[in-house]
């Protein structure tokens, strides 16, 4: 059995994380099962995943139907005497994860979908935006509506044609590409205290290196000085620049008193002793 779908079977603990103490005990509990059973149960666990991952369009389309609702009852319906202190359109909004999972969505893509539909239906966009939206998938969607407002506008900026503006049509861009933008300019929520600044300070020049890199598919010299910047390197760069601002955060002592901490890191080894 694969690593991921180890995890898949095993008691999760308080951090919400498989609890790897439980390994002997799910190896006997995998014993009793046998191995048909086991790998009927991780065919299962993969066409869910993929059946969710075919219908995300249509969940995605449900929860903002729902939305859309909510805000018709607070308009025209808000003082009914079946209505309330407008109870209608809460108990929509709240209920709209519930009735995502209920059709099959696991708890974590139905959250992903209703936080997407809310920010759609929440924030004012142009025309040009969601004509944009229309040829974006979920996923997409999702990494947009976590972003600031700064990383928006960076994402704005590197899909309109170069001399162009954003509404005259967009360039394709990757999810993975979208996360990396987001990462560069942090929320407040995400980046507290006095790191937020240095850290957004410090990744805008990131930005500027990897979008110079895209703009020359030879990767001839990017400087005066002559240096050639990959773009791995430079996302490398932006990573290494994240790792440290999280790793200020982290309580090491209690890291070190920590067995499931402990056994976290010792999955990647390798990797450790290259960082010290």
């Not at 861009?173 to 933008?181: A, G, M, T």
Request: hydrophobic content about 35%; some cysteine; proline content about 2%.
């Amino acid at each position: 059995m694969s690593n991921t779908n180890y995890s898949l079977l095993l008691p999760f603990n308080k951090y919400d994380q498989p609890d790897h103490r439980f390994k002997q005990s799910l190896e006997r509990i995998c014993k009793e099962l046998g191995e048909d059973a086991v790998g009927e149960l991780m065919d299962f666990v993969s066409q869910s995943q993929q059946l969710q991952k075919n219908y995300a369009r249509q969940g995605l389309n449900l929860a903002l139907a729902v939305f859309h609702e909510a805000a018709y009852l607070d308009r025209h319906h808000r003082f009914d005497q079946d209505n309330q202190y407008g109870y209608k359109s809460k108990v929509l909004k709240k209920q709209a994860q519930v009735i995502l999972e209920r059709l099959g969505f696991s708890r974590t893509n139905a959250h992903k979908l209703v936080k997407t539909a809310s920010w759609m239906v929440t924030t004012h966009q142009g025309k040009d935006e969601l004509k944009w939206f229309d040829s974006l998938t979920p996923s997409h969607l999702y990494e947009l509506s976590r972003m600031s407002d700064e990383a928006y506008k960076a994402v704005k900026d590197e899909v309109s044609y170069e001399g162009w503006h954003f509404c005259t049509g967009q360039k394709s861009i990757s999810v993975r590409r979208l996360e990396q933008i987001r990462r560069l300019y942090p929320t407040v929520e995400e980046v507290k205290g006095s790191d937020a600044d240095s850290f957004r300070q410090q990744n805008n020049s990131s930005l500027t290196e990897v979008q110079q890199v895209r703009r020359e598919p030879a990767l001839e010299n990017c400087s005066e000085s002559g240096v050639v910047m990959d773009v791995s390197v430079a996302t490398n760069i932006e990573k290494l620049r994240q790792l440290v601002i999280l790793a200020k955060t982290i309580d090491w002592i209690a890291v070190r008193k920590s067995d499931v901490s402990q056994e976290i890191l010792s999955s990647m080894p390798d990797t450790l002793s290259l960082i010290f």
